[in-house]
């Protein structure tokens, strides 16, 4: 088979490796790729957002199955284009995928199919926002509707705060995403990722995993796109993970296909685990990165095989396989991130002996031959162990391996469960 994988992080070399592990595949084309995937892949230059080029790429290429990595292109409408032309992909569409590109269309549903997550307004003037807060007690949860680059969401200690974000929000600091405002429910509890794929009828799991999304040590600081991760996440026990598919899944899947807009592609659930049970707070229609790094260091699957029965709804009868070993990832920034980061600083990966770790690369290039960094993320260090704090020890391991004076990263990847181990 020949597959078309789009994308360019962290994510993507993560998909790129584990596809090329695959027995059918025959030849793995990434648009734009980077030099990590480019040891996978033949990289190529396709403009994502003109449909008609990436069409015509496919019937040049003989392309059997289109791989969309990140939200844009979903939300963009590209896999209905691909469909429409023959052309079996691995994503939602564009209808469906409004389970992560709307926060608004994602809480209607869950409140038309009963699905636990935190009570909210929909609002769609700073009038009428400022007006619902006094339905909610602080800390306010404030969310820009659309896709806001992992930006929308802002967590307001005091009314002051939240008026003045309200105001910011209306007032287009957060572009289009921000025309209407979801207001929630603070929950509390522990976060964890859950992750299914599904062909629009059948689902099958796919673990989970938790995020590190604050910039530094301790979770402080800003949020990030997340500093690393690691799977599985054994807070979210068989227990919980069946109240979950049963919940919050299986019904989410099921209205979807009822409504007539059918969800093909992998649903990543962002959970809060409350007193009262797991909670949902967002969708995404994508892997999570770094999430996905770590589930496809503990895939044992064929991902081309589970990809393509997503695409073609022929999923029933599949499972998902995974390694009881931890998987963990600490992802390397360069300076500045999540501002302006520092760019072209020089990476050195020779240190690092293969087997120690896999390396994903998020924000790399080449330059005069050279790996320089070329991104905010640059960097995923992976590793296994038997448990959370031996993963963590492997990873940060070859992390003192790399020479990237001009990158940092988080010393303390894995801290809940690396505590929760040592009892
Ligand atoms: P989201 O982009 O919806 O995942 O939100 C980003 C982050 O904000 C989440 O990972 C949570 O840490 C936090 N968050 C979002 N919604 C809530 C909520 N209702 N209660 C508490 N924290 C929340
Ligand atoms: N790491 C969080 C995300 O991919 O949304």
Redesign the pocket.
């Known amino acids: 088979m020949n597959i078309l994988l789009l994308g360019s992080g962290g ?1 993507e070399h993560a998909l790129a490796w584990a596809l090329a592990q695959s027995p059918s595949l025959t030849k793995l084309y990434a648009a734009p790729g980077n030099p990590g995937i480019a040891e996978e892949a033949e990289c190529v230059a396709l403009d994502v957002t003109d449909h008609g080029a990436v069409i015509a790429f496919c019937a040049r290429h003989a392309v059997d199955l289109v791989v969309i990595g990140p939200e844009a292109p979903l939300v963009d409408g590209l896999s209905d284009s691909l469909r429409a032309a023959g052309v079996p992909v691995f994503g939602p569409s564009q209808a469906a995928a409004q389970l992560e590109g709307s926060k608004g269309f994602t809480k209607d549903l869950c409140a038309r199919a009963g699905i636990p997550t935190a009570g909210y307004v929909r609002t769609s003037s700073l009038d009428e926002a400022r007006a619902a807060l006094a339905r909610f007690s602080p800390p306010y949860v404030l969310k820009a509707d659309g896709l806001a680059a ?1 930006k929308g969401v802002v967590i307001a200690a005091s009314l002051a705060e939240a008026e003045e974000t309200l105001a910011e929000m209306f007032g287009g600091g957060f572009g289009e995403a921000g025309a209407q405002v979801v207001i929630e429910e603070f929950l509390e509890g522990e976060e964890v ?1 859950f992750f299914a794929l599904t062909d629009g009828t059948t689902i099958v799991p796919f673990g989970s995993a938790q ?1 590190h ?1 604050r910039v530094g040590d301790g979770d402080t600081g800003p949020n990030t ?2 500093m690393g ?1 690691y799977s599985p996440a054994r807070v979210l026990t068989p227990e919980l993970e069946a109240r979950v598919m049963a919940a919050i899944i299986e019904p989410t899947v099921r209205i979807m296909r009822a409504e007539g807009t059918p969800y093909q592609g992998v649903l ?1 659930a962002g959970l809060m685990l409350t007193a009262d049970g797991p909670k949902l707070i967002e969708y ?1 229609a994508r892997f ?4 996905c790094q770590v589930l496809m260091m503990r895939l044992k699957s064929d991902l081309v095989a589970l990809m393509l029965a997503c695409a073609t709804g022929t999923l029933e009868g599949t499972q998902v396989a995974l390694s009881d070993k931890t998987a963990l990832t600490v992802v390397m920034a360069a300076k500045g991130y999540p501002g302006t980061p520092e760019k072209g600083g020089a990476i050195d990966l020779s240190g690092v002996e293969p087997g120690a770790a896999k390396v994903f690369h998020a924000g790399t290039a080449m330059k005069d031959g050279a790996l320089v960094a070329a991104g905010g993320r640059v960097l995923a260090v992976t590793a296994t162990g038997a448990s959370v704090t031996e993963a963590q020890a492997r990873a940060y391991a070859a992390v003192d391996k790399i020479a990237f004076p001009s990158g940092f990263c988080r010393r303390d990847i894995g801290w809940r469960e690396v505590a929760r181990e040592r009892g």
């Open positions: 994510r992992g990722s995020d999304k796109g997340g991760a990543f995404n999570g990165d770094p999430e």
